[in-house]
Nanobody, 124 residues
C-alpha cells in the first residue's frame, strides 16, 4: 500500500521554527519528485516547495523563499521541510505529495500520491 505520512506539525510562536517530515512506504521515493503544499481554512491548496528526485534541485513559493528549506533522504524514504522565521500567515495544514514526472510542477492535480496532512499553527 502506497502511503505518505507527515509529522512534525504543531503550535509555534511567530519567529519560531518547525521541521516537517514525510515518510513514504509502499513506493521507491527516489522515483518521485516531491512537493509540499498547504491549505488554510477557506483557501485553496497552494504550492510551498518541491524537490527533484535526486534532491539536486529545489523550488519554493515566493512567500517562503529564504525561510523554508526542503530536503530528502532517499535511503530513509523521507522528505523534510525546515521552516524558519514562521509567520501567522504560515498557519495551515501542510501536505506532502509525490509525482513521477521529471518536470517540476506547482499544480496540485499533477501530484498523484498525497499524505493526510499535518497542522501547523503560528501564533502572533
Amino acid at each position: 500500500q502506497v502511503q505518505l505520512v507527515e509529522s512534525g506539525g504543531g503550535l509555534v510562536q511567530a519567529g519560531g521554527s518547525l521541521r516537517l517530515s514525510c515518510a513514504a512506504s509502499g513506493l521507491t521515493l527516489s522515483s518521485y519528485a516531491m512537493g509540499w503544499f498547504r491549505q488554510a481554512p477557506g483557501k485553496e491548496r497552494e504550492f510551498v516547495a518541491a524537490i527533484s528526485r535526486s534532491g539536486g534541485s529545489t523550488y519554493y513559493a515566493d512567500s517562503v523563499k529564504g525561510r523554508f528549506t526542503t530536503s530528502r533522504d532517499n535511503a530513509k524514504n523521507t522528505v523534510y521541510v525546515q521552516m524558519n522565521s514562521l509567520k501567522p500567515e504560515d498557519t495551515a495544514v501542510y501536505y506532502c505529495a509525490g509525482q513521477r514526472s521529471a518536470v517540476h510542477t506547482t499544480t496540485p492535480a499533477l501530484y498523484r500520491v498525497w499524505g493526510q496532512g499535518t497542522q501547523v499553527t503560528v501564533s502572533s
